[in-house]
């Protein structure tokens, strides 16, 4: 038995020794996403819908409790297959139409570096982690992202954008595989008559840096 045990040990040690595969997440996911913006040193938290398989995703942000004059909440749809984000203020309700820029999924990608490996949570209740970056032998990192081991969920990414030079740190916590309010995906009808606009928007930028880019 306790050499048995032994051996059993010995291939775990071998097994988590090893440096974890890059991955993909699971095509579809229902989450809650917290972002936060260290230059404007905002929060904003959306509920969200991930659909690889249609190259969509849909935020639709989370109301502030207590007092917030002037602010705005927006539904935003992304819907890269067709190139068209929509951008609705349910404030105003008011939309915006503009482009959505190419679909890269919740992954690790093929090039990124190992970094480090550790449990998220106490005893009983922890969760293995793998983090993984962009850096490379010639530039330090502009993105870090932490995954579950086992599933390949997102927890935790770190993103420098360079188009504005903001830094985005996003929290994914609530993860469920499958769609669960699939009618996020439905623009509403001001979004319909919405003329198209050139470019993506920063705003629809900030939240599309949720999701792992292909690195060069």
């Not at 793998?130 to 927890?155: K, M």
Request: hydrophobic share 35%; proline share 6%; charged share 20%.
């Amino acid at each position: 038995m306790y050499s048995v045990l032994a051996l059993t040990l010995l291939g775990a040690a071998v097994v988590y020794g090893q440096v974890p595969h890059h991955c993909f997440s699971p095509p579809q996911l229902t989450f809650r996403a917290t972002q936060y913006n260290h230059e404007f040193t905002t929060f904003r938290q959306f509920d969200a819908e991930y659909d690889a398989m249609g190259e969509k995703i849909a935020f639709d942000e989370v109301e502030q409790s207590g007092p917030a004059p002037g602010r705005q909440y927006y539904r935003i749809i992304i819907l890269h297959r067709e190139n068209i984000a929509y951008e609705y203020n349910r404030q105003t309700k008011t939309c915006k139409k503009g482009q959505a820029g190419p679909f890269f999924p919740f992954a690790v990608p093929e090039n990124a570096t190992f970094e480090a490996e550790f449990y998220v949570g106490g005893p009983g209740e922890e969760v293995e982690a793998v983090e993984w970056s962009d850096r490379s032998a010639t530039a330090r990192e502009a993105w870090v992202g932490v995954f579950s081991r086992f599933n390949c969920y997102p927890l935790r990414s770190f993103f420098l954008n360079g188009r504005n030079n903001e830094t985005l740190t996003t929290q994914y916590f609530d993860l469920v595989q499958g769609i669960v309010d699939p009618q996020l995906f439905i623009p509403p009808q001001e979004c319909l008559q919405a003329e198209k606009t050139e470019g993506i928007s920063d705003q629809v930028a900030r939240l599309t840096s949720m999701y792992t880019r292909r690195f060069q």
